[in-house]
């Protein structure tokens, strides 16, 4: 998970202009929801602000999901603040400032998430604006910031006081204070859109996970961590996709969806990622499901492809498809122009596991990626599926 740190400070000179470019909307309306919920594993529960230590990693989350659905049910059919407003301060416009760390946003998602960026084009440009500073500032920079402090080079000197540090700043970007030029922009984002800081925090949190912890005893505390660090994403970029006018489907579906394409493309990575991270001392797989094929933390250190452990991959595989699967039934359901980006990212990333098969398995010493031949080929097959519309999903 090591990443490369991404920094943009303002100027000195126009760290109070930015000041005056956040609209302070305050705080969205906290709801609170209390209704029985089917999982997409065919868990029910009832959710509920009643602290119960035996409820499961997805139990929780999920109260997480219902709130963020609550937040995009109060606005949705209203259009977000015009972004095309312009002001005008000592001898330069706020527009002008705020357009150019929009435009620094997506030079480095252009740069990071070359085919997200592209079918992020099609969006409408202030979608499109929007989709940068979330996806890039939580993916690109966020989590690479924060992971530069957990597995990079000064990781032995961070403390959870450091990234304590890192949530008062996301405090105060929520607040319209922005520190720096990319900080602006989702300040502005989340000032127009029903966007929740929790999914935020809970991403710190995951951070925070990877300072004590490198191992996880069963799945569910795996979906736990996979949620933080990359679920999240999928909550915070459903209220700027949007959902389509036409969409029979509940916007908790759709949260839910977002939320398993979140899980899944975590869950590839680890996949992925095996001999990386067990170089790095860490192993992300369930430990009770290692045993249960007869593996151990020494196999994973040893580094040897055997039956034992193309069987226990074949099934780690087939885990991480059914959230695949799962995603799929709501991407159809965001608007139409949102569609393509993110149909382009699920069938690329779900071709990663195809390369670990092709590479019989070995995630040891080899990497799986995707060739450009495929990705030039899934880009026409995502535009085709981004076109046909919404299904029946309920």
């Known amino acids: 998970m090591a990443g490369v740190l991404l920094w943009v400070v303002c100027p000195k000179g126009n760290a109070t202009a930015l ?68 002001t005008e301060t000592d001898g330069f416009t706020d527009w002008d400032l705020l357009n150019e760390a929009y435009d620094r946003c997506g030079e480095v998602c252009a740069e990071y998430a070359k085919t997200f960026y592209l079918g992020t084009l099609l969006m409408t440009p202030e979608r499109r604006r929007a989709v940068w500073a979330i996806y890039v500032l939580c993916y690109a920079v966020w989590c690479r910031r924060t992971d530069e402090l957990v597995d990079g080079p000064n990781a032995s000197h961070i403390t959870p006081r450091a990234l304590d540090r890192w949530e008062k700043r996301l405090d105060d970007l929520f607040e319209g204070r922005p520190y720096d030029m990319l900080d602006a922009a989702l300040s502005d984002t989340v000032s127009k859109y029903p966007v929740d800081i929790q999914p935020f925090k809970d991403m710190i949190e995951g951070m925070r996970l990877d300072l004590r912890k490198s191992r996880y005893m069963n799945f569910d505390e795996l979906y736990l961590y996979c949620y933080y660090v990359a679920g999240t994403v999928g909550l915070m970029s459903v209220p700027v996709m949007g959902i389509a006018p036409e969409s029979k489907a509940s916007v908790e579906s759709v949260y839910n969806a977002a939320l398993a394409l979140g899980i899944a493309n975590q869950l590839t990575n680890i996949l992925r990622d095996v001999g990386e991270d067990a170089r790095r001392g860490r192993i992300y797989l369930p430990q009770d499901e290692l045993a249960r094929f007869g593996l151990s933390d020494d196999d994973i250190f040893r580094g040897q492809v055997t039956d034992k452990w193309r069987n226990f991959m074949k099934d780690q595989i087939k885990r991480a498809r059914m959230f695949f699967d799962e995603a799929e039934k709501g991407v159809s359901e965001l608007n139409a122009a949102s569609r393509w980006p993110v149909w382009a990212s699920l069938l690329l990333y779900r071709q990663i596991l195809d390369a670990i098969e092709e590479n019989d398995y070995n995630n040891f010493s080899k990497r799986a990626y995707v060739g450009k031949v495929k990705k030039f080929a899934s880009l026409p097959v995502a535009y085709g599926r981004a076109l046909m519309g919404t299904s029946k999903l309920f």
């Open 19 to 86: 000041l005056s470019l956040i609209p302070r909307s305050g705080k969205h309306k906290r709801c609170r929801v209390h209704q029985k919920v089917k999982f997409s594993t065919g868990v029910s529960a009832i959710s509920s602000a009643v602290a119960n230590p035996a409820r499961s990693s997805e139990e929780k989350v999920y109260d997480v999901v219902l709130k963020q659905a609550a937040l995009v049910k109060e606005q949705r059919g209203k259009k977000p603040l015009d972004l095309g407003t312009r």
